[in-house]
T-cell receptor
Framework: EADIYQTPRYLVIGTGKKITLECSQTMGHDKMYWYQQDPGMELHLIHYSYGVNSTEKGDLSSESTVSRIRTEHFPLTLESARPSHTSQYLC???????????FGQGTRLTVV | GDSVTQMEGPVTLSEEAFLTINCTYTATGYPSLFWYVQYPGEGLQLLLKATKADDKGSNKGFEATYRKETTSFHLEKGSVQVSDSAVYFCALLRSNDYKLSFGAGTTVTVRA
Protein backbone atom coordinates (compact mmCIF):
# COMPACT_ATOMS: atom_id res chain seq x y z
CA GLU A 1 0.00 0.00 0.00
CA ALA A 2 1.47 3.30 -1.12
CA ASP A 3 1.45 6.20 1.30
CA ILE A 4 0.87 9.26 -0.78
CA TYR A 5 -1.79 11.77 0.15
CA GLN A 6 -3.45 14.61 -1.63
CA THR A 7 -5.63 17.31 -0.12
CA PRO A 8 -8.22 18.48 -0.69
CA ARG A 9 -10.00 15.71 -2.63
CA TYR A 10 -12.47 18.20 -4.06
CA LEU A 11 -12.22 21.96 -4.38
CA VAL A 12 -14.65 24.46 -5.88
CA ILE A 13 -13.24 27.96 -6.01
CA GLY A 14 -13.95 31.28 -7.68
CA THR A 15 -12.00 32.81 -10.54
CA GLY A 16 -8.95 34.81 -9.50
CA LYS A 17 -8.35 33.00 -6.22
CA LYS A 18 -4.95 31.62 -5.28
CA ILE A 19 -4.94 27.91 -4.48
CA THR A 20 -2.45 25.34 -3.32
CA LEU A 21 -2.95 21.63 -3.85
CA GLU A 22 -1.08 19.57 -1.29
CA CYS A 23 0.78 16.33 -1.92
CA SER A 24 2.71 14.40 0.69
CA GLN A 25 4.37 11.01 0.73
CA THR A 26 5.84 9.10 3.66
CA MET A 27 7.96 6.67 1.66
CA GLY A 28 11.06 8.85 1.32
CA HIS A 29 10.84 8.81 -2.48
CA ASP A 30 13.02 11.26 -4.36
CA LYS A 31 11.02 11.43 -7.58
CA MET A 32 7.65 13.15 -7.55
CA TYR A 33 5.23 14.05 -10.32
CA TRP A 34 2.12 16.14 -10.96
CA TYR A 35 -0.23 15.04 -13.71
CA GLN A 36 -3.30 16.82 -15.05
CA GLN A 37 -6.09 14.55 -16.17
CA ASP A 38 -8.57 15.94 -18.68
CA PRO A 39 -12.23 14.88 -18.98
CA GLY A 40 -11.25 12.39 -21.69
CA MET A 41 -9.10 10.73 -18.99
CA GLU A 42 -5.77 11.38 -20.72
CA LEU A 43 -2.88 12.13 -18.35
CA HIS A 44 -0.45 14.97 -18.98
CA LEU A 45 2.76 15.46 -17.00
CA ILE A 46 2.90 19.09 -15.84
CA HIS A 47 5.64 19.08 -13.18
CA TYR A 48 8.44 16.85 -12.06
CA SER A 49 11.00 16.72 -9.28
CA TYR A 50 14.11 14.56 -8.91
CA GLY A 51 14.54 15.55 -5.27
CA VAL A 52 14.78 18.46 -2.85
CA ASN A 53 15.24 21.83 -4.60
CA SER A 54 14.76 20.17 -8.01
CA THR A 55 11.69 21.03 -10.12
CA GLU A 56 11.09 20.83 -13.85
CA LYS A 57 8.27 21.62 -16.21
CA GLY A 58 6.57 18.60 -17.70
CA ASP A 59 5.32 17.82 -21.19
CA LEU A 60 2.21 20.01 -20.96
CA SER A 61 2.63 23.71 -20.33
CA SER A 62 0.89 24.76 -17.12
CA GLU A 63 0.38 28.08 -15.37
CA SER A 64 0.83 26.34 -12.04
CA THR A 65 4.07 26.29 -10.08
CA VAL A 66 5.57 23.76 -7.68
CA SER A 67 8.15 23.68 -4.94
CA ARG A 68 10.17 20.90 -3.29
CA ILE A 69 11.62 22.15 -0.05
CA ARG A 70 11.22 18.83 1.74
CA THR A 71 11.48 15.31 0.35
CA GLU A 72 7.97 14.36 1.45
CA HIS A 73 6.11 17.45 0.27
CA PHE A 74 5.40 18.61 -3.32
CA PRO A 75 2.68 21.29 -3.38
CA LEU A 76 1.22 22.79 -6.55
CA THR A 77 0.11 26.42 -6.62
CA LEU A 78 -2.11 28.41 -8.94
CA GLU A 79 -1.70 32.14 -8.33
CA SER A 80 -4.96 33.09 -10.04
CA ALA A 81 -7.40 30.31 -10.80
CA ARG A 82 -9.38 30.35 -14.06
CA PRO A 83 -12.16 28.11 -15.37
CA SER A 84 -9.65 26.60 -17.82
CA HIS A 85 -7.81 25.16 -14.78
CA THR A 86 -10.79 22.96 -13.98
CA SER A 87 -9.43 19.42 -14.01
CA GLN A 88 -8.31 16.48 -11.92
CA TYR A 89 -4.76 16.80 -10.58
CA LEU A 90 -2.85 13.64 -9.66
CA CYS A 91 0.35 13.51 -7.64
CA UNK A 92 2.72 10.55 -7.75
CA UNK A 93 6.09 9.45 -6.41
CA UNK A 94 8.64 6.77 -7.17
CA UNK A 95 11.56 5.35 -5.27
CA UNK A 96 14.24 5.19 -7.92
CA UNK A 97 14.95 6.61 -11.31
CA UNK A 98 13.67 3.48 -13.06
CA UNK A 99 10.87 2.29 -10.79
CA UNK A 100 7.10 2.49 -10.94
CA UNK A 101 5.12 5.43 -9.62
CA UNK A 102 2.58 5.40 -6.81
CA PHE A 103 -0.36 7.76 -7.07
CA GLY A 104 -2.44 9.74 -4.64
CA GLN A 105 -6.24 9.84 -4.79
CA GLY A 106 -6.25 13.04 -6.80
CA THR A 107 -7.74 16.51 -6.34
CA ARG A 108 -10.72 17.43 -8.46
CA LEU A 109 -10.58 21.19 -8.97
CA THR A 110 -13.50 23.23 -10.28
CA VAL A 111 -13.05 26.92 -10.93
CA VAL A 112 -16.29 28.85 -11.31
CA GLY B 1 10.64 10.33 -28.05
CA ASP B 2 9.48 7.20 -26.27
CA SER B 3 5.71 6.79 -26.22
CA VAL B 4 2.86 4.28 -25.96
CA THR B 5 -0.22 3.90 -28.14
CA GLN B 6 -3.21 2.28 -26.56
CA MET B 7 -6.35 0.75 -28.01
CA GLU B 8 -9.20 3.20 -27.90
CA GLY B 9 -12.38 2.42 -26.05
CA PRO B 10 -14.82 2.31 -24.68
CA VAL B 11 -15.02 -1.44 -24.30
CA THR B 12 -18.19 -3.08 -23.02
CA LEU B 13 -18.21 -6.74 -22.05
CA SER B 14 -20.40 -9.26 -20.30
CA GLU B 15 -19.26 -10.87 -17.08
CA GLU B 16 -16.90 -13.83 -17.62
CA ALA B 17 -15.90 -12.61 -21.08
CA PHE B 18 -12.27 -12.42 -22.24
CA LEU B 19 -10.67 -8.98 -22.18
CA THR B 20 -7.78 -7.76 -24.33
CA ILE B 21 -6.52 -4.18 -24.42
CA ASN B 22 -3.81 -3.54 -26.98
CA CYS B 23 -0.76 -1.44 -26.21
CA THR B 24 2.23 -0.83 -28.44
CA TYR B 25 5.28 1.25 -27.69
CA THR B 26 7.91 3.28 -29.54
CA ALA B 27 11.25 3.53 -27.80
CA THR B 28 14.94 3.85 -28.54
CA GLY B 29 15.91 1.33 -25.88
CA TYR B 30 14.06 -1.18 -23.71
CA PRO B 31 11.89 0.81 -21.35
CA SER B 32 10.06 -0.61 -18.37
CA LEU B 33 6.36 -1.06 -19.16
CA PHE B 34 3.34 -0.81 -16.87
CA TRP B 35 -0.40 -1.18 -16.72
CA TYR B 36 -2.27 1.06 -14.32
CA VAL B 37 -5.97 0.94 -13.40
CA GLN B 38 -8.19 3.81 -12.30
CA TYR B 39 -11.51 3.06 -10.61
CA PRO B 40 -14.21 5.76 -10.62
CA GLY B 41 -13.29 8.73 -8.46
CA GLU B 42 -9.89 7.32 -7.54
CA GLY B 43 -6.23 7.80 -8.38
CA LEU B 44 -4.20 5.33 -10.42
CA GLN B 45 -3.11 1.97 -9.05
CA LEU B 46 -0.28 -0.09 -10.46
CA LEU B 47 -1.77 -3.27 -11.90
CA LEU B 48 1.35 -4.99 -13.26
CA LYS B 49 4.76 -4.27 -14.74
CA ALA B 50 7.55 -5.75 -16.86
CA THR B 51 11.10 -4.47 -16.97
CA LYS B 52 12.66 -6.46 -19.82
CA ALA B 53 11.80 -8.38 -22.95
CA ASP B 54 9.76 -11.59 -22.45
CA ASP B 55 8.89 -10.63 -18.87
CA LYS B 56 5.29 -11.43 -17.98
CA GLY B 57 3.58 -9.26 -15.42
CA SER B 58 0.52 -10.61 -13.67
CA ASN B 59 -1.87 -9.53 -10.93
CA LYS B 60 -5.54 -10.11 -10.03
CA GLY B 61 -5.99 -12.42 -13.03
CA PHE B 62 -4.58 -9.85 -15.48
CA GLU B 63 -1.48 -10.62 -17.53
CA ALA B 64 0.74 -8.80 -19.99
CA THR B 65 3.92 -9.95 -21.75
CA TYR B 66 6.69 -7.61 -22.88
CA ARG B 67 7.15 -8.47 -26.57
CA LYS B 68 10.23 -6.85 -28.05
CA GLU B 69 9.66 -8.24 -31.54
CA THR B 70 6.21 -6.67 -31.84
CA THR B 71 6.91 -3.76 -29.42
CA SER B 72 3.73 -4.65 -27.57
CA PHE B 73 2.46 -5.08 -24.02
CA HIS B 74 -1.16 -6.17 -24.41
CA LEU B 75 -3.30 -6.60 -21.30
CA GLU B 76 -5.45 -9.73 -20.99
CA LYS B 77 -7.86 -11.25 -18.53
CA GLY B 78 -9.59 -14.55 -19.09
CA SER B 79 -12.83 -13.92 -17.22
CA VAL B 80 -13.81 -10.39 -16.25
CA GLN B 81 -16.04 -9.38 -13.37
CA VAL B 82 -18.26 -6.34 -12.87
CA SER B 83 -15.64 -5.08 -10.40
CA ASP B 84 -13.10 -4.86 -13.25
CA SER B 85 -15.00 -1.90 -14.70
CA ALA B 86 -12.42 0.90 -14.73
CA VAL B 87 -10.09 2.89 -16.94
CA TYR B 88 -6.87 1.08 -17.87
CA PHE B 89 -3.66 2.90 -18.79
CA CYS B 90 -0.59 1.53 -20.48
CA ALA B 91 2.62 3.39 -19.54
CA LEU B 92 6.32 3.36 -20.11
CA LEU B 93 9.33 4.81 -18.36
CA ARG B 94 11.09 6.98 -20.93
CA SER B 95 14.72 6.00 -21.39
CA ASN B 96 16.03 9.53 -21.93
CA ASP B 97 14.62 11.21 -18.83
CA TYR B 98 13.03 8.38 -16.75
CA LYS B 99 9.64 10.09 -16.76
CA LEU B 100 6.47 8.05 -16.88
CA SER B 101 4.48 8.51 -20.07
CA PHE B 102 0.89 7.22 -20.41
CA GLY B 103 -1.38 6.05 -23.17
CA ALA B 104 -4.79 7.66 -23.63
CA GLY B 105 -6.58 5.15 -21.40
CA THR B 106 -9.25 2.58 -22.22
CA THR B 107 -12.58 2.62 -20.41
CA VAL B 108 -13.85 -0.87 -19.71
CA THR B 109 -17.41 -1.56 -18.58
CA VAL B 110 -18.41 -5.06 -17.52
CA ARG B 111 -22.12 -5.85 -17.40
CA ALA B 112 -23.64 -8.50 -15.17
Amino acid sequence: EADIYQTPRYLVIGTGKKITLECSQTMGHDKMYWYQQDPGMELHLIHYSYGVNSTEKGDLSSESTVSRIRTEHFPLTLESARPSHTSQYLCASSERLNSEAFFGQGTRLTVV
Amino acid sequence: GDSVTQMEGPVTLSEEAFLTINCTYTATGYPSLFWYVQYPGEGLQLLLKATKADDKGSNKGFEATYRKETTSFHLEKGSVQVSDSAVYFCALLRSNDYKLSFGAGTTVTVRA
